[in-house]
């Protein structure tokens, strides 16, 4: 069982930036693909990011259109977190921020977008972005 655990949400100003950190219980972190979704009130959770496990040569990263550029995710194997740096924050990216982590199965990473190709969850960390 691999538990997650977000940290660093909070109240900021528009234009701010922010570090989520993702802290897994779990030795086997290091072989999952880990992304980062969000949850605004009233809406459906969508993808923010994700990295790849292996790192070979480099991590291989993915981006929402509506964070490329802003935001950037990152991970450090040997002490099983995982990083979504945030600047420039705008009222938009108000949300709850969960962390997840996905089992390298043939194909995931092609499927890193979807929810249902995670299998363990964070239980979130909110993030409020003020005008």
């Known amino acids: 069982q691999v538990t997650l655990v977000e940290s660093g949400g909070g109240l900021v100003q528009a234009g701010d930036s922010l570090t989520l950190s993702c802290v897994a219980a779990e030795r086997i972190f290091g072989s999952k693909h880990l992304g980062w979704f969000r949850q605004a009130p009233g809406k459906a959770r969508e993808f923010v990011a994700a990295i790849d496990w292996s790192g070979r040569p480099t991590f291989y990263t993915e981006y929402s259109d509506s964070v490329k550029g802003r935001f950037t995710i990152s991970r450090d194997n040997e002490k099983l977190t995982a990083y979504l740096q945030m600047d420039n924050l705008e009222p938009t990216d108000t949300a709850t921020y969960y962390c997840?982590?996905?089992?390298?199965?043939?194909?995931?990473?092609?499927?890193?977008?979807?929810?249902?190709?995670?299998?363990?969850w964070g239980p979130g960390t909110q993030v409020t972005v003020s005008s």
């Open positions: 997840a982590a996905a089992i390298s199965r043939r194909g995931s990473w092609q499927r890193i977008r979807q929810e249902s190709t995670f299998d363990y």
